[in-house]
């Protein structure tokens, strides 16, 4: 049985073990975690997946502030969802999904902010709408494939063409 926690519940030395499991120990040379360098986690949208009987982390979801600029150096908030991770034993169970739906209902009240990942279309398209139809004209800080870069955004909701993903910075007070 699956219940979805706020992560800040977990130890963090949990989740990083968690992360080897699901991604290897050279995780953290992905552009993932460049696009998002500095970052604090988004503590109010990153959840955990755990059986509360046995006391057991089963899965994670984290998110964080990134920002596409344009070409006119504007910056576009984003949030970032990823790393999503599921032990692998555990994997094909639904854990993925909830912790995802557990993201989608946080965010129910205020879905003003585009979601923006790297991961499988095959996944994230097939159950969650996330797409890399409008991410072409992109880049990001390190190499990716641009048929991971995935964006859920309602269709009206302008999106610019061209920029460049980062971390989200706070503009200097003039
Ligand atoms: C990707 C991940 C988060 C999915 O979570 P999960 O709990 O295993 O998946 P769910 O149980 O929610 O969904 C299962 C369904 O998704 C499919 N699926 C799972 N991972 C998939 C992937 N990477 N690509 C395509 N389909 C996938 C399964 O085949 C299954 O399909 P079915 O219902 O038709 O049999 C999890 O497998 C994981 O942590 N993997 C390791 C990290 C990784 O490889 N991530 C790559 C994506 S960023």
Redesign the pocket.
């Known amino acids: 049985m699956t219940t979805i926690i706020p992560l800040a519940e977990i130890d963090p030395a949990l989740v990083e073990d968690l992360l080897d499991a699901?991604?290897g120990k050279r995780r953290s040379q992905r552009t993932a975690y460049k696009v998002r360098e500095g970052m604090e986690m988004l503590e109010g949208l990153s959840v955990a997946?755990v059986n509360m009987a046995a006391n057991e982390l089963l899965?994670s979801?984290q998110c964080w502030p990134v920002a596409l600029t344009d070409d006119k150096g504007k910056m576009h908030p984003m949030i970032m969802v990823?790393?999503?991770?599921?032990?692998?034993d555990?994997?094909?169970?639904?854990?993925?999904?909830?912790?995802?739906n557990g993201l989608l209902k946080e965010l129910q009240q205020d879905e003003s902010l585009p979601l923006v990942?790297?991961?499988?279309?095959?996944?994230?398209d097939?159950?969650f709408n996330f797409s890399p139809e409008r991410t072409g004209g992109w880049t990001l800080p390190g190499p990716w494939d641009p048929e991971?870069l995935l964006v859920r955004a309602p269709k009206d909701a302008p999106l610019p063409e061209k920029g460049k993903l980062g971390p989200w910075q706070k503009p200097d007070p003039a």
């Open positions: 699901a991604f997946a899965g979801l990823g790393p999503v991770a599921v032990y692998p555990c994997q094909g169970d639904g854990i993925g999904q909830a912790l995802m990942m790297i991961g499988d279309p095959a996944y994230y097939r159950f991971r």
